[in-house]
């Protein structure tokens, strides 16, 4: 007759690597415009993404109100903000492993 398990023994839990948590399946309604840590769909690798800045909607639509308030209240001089600094742009997540896409964190409009 085999031995009896005790059933005060724990069961031992499966952790990452690195011990943080990561995200597996759905990371990219968790993208912001910060390095995400989490696993990649590809290559599965756990690490930060890389980000890469790029103009979206809502690059074109702070473009056009600066327009707007050029031609009746501010200098034009102040059109090529938004297309300069990254508070205004999209965000394209790429695994730092293989460099393949996450996904895409847009300002305006749903990410993905």
Known sequence: MPP???????IPIHRSASHTPSMMVNAKKYLS?????????????????EL???????????????LIAGILILPLFFLWVPFCIETFKDVEHYCSNCKS???TFRRMGKST
Do not use: I, M
């Open 33 to 49: 415009d910060h390095p995400q840590l989490l696993d990649c769909p590809r290559c599965k690798a756990h690490g930060e993404t």
């Open 4 to 10: 009896e398990r005790s059933k005060s023994v724990p």
């Open 52 to 66: 890469r800045f790029v103009n979206g909607t809502f690059t074109y639509v702070a473009f056009f109100v600066l």
């Open 101 to 103: 896409w996450v996904g």
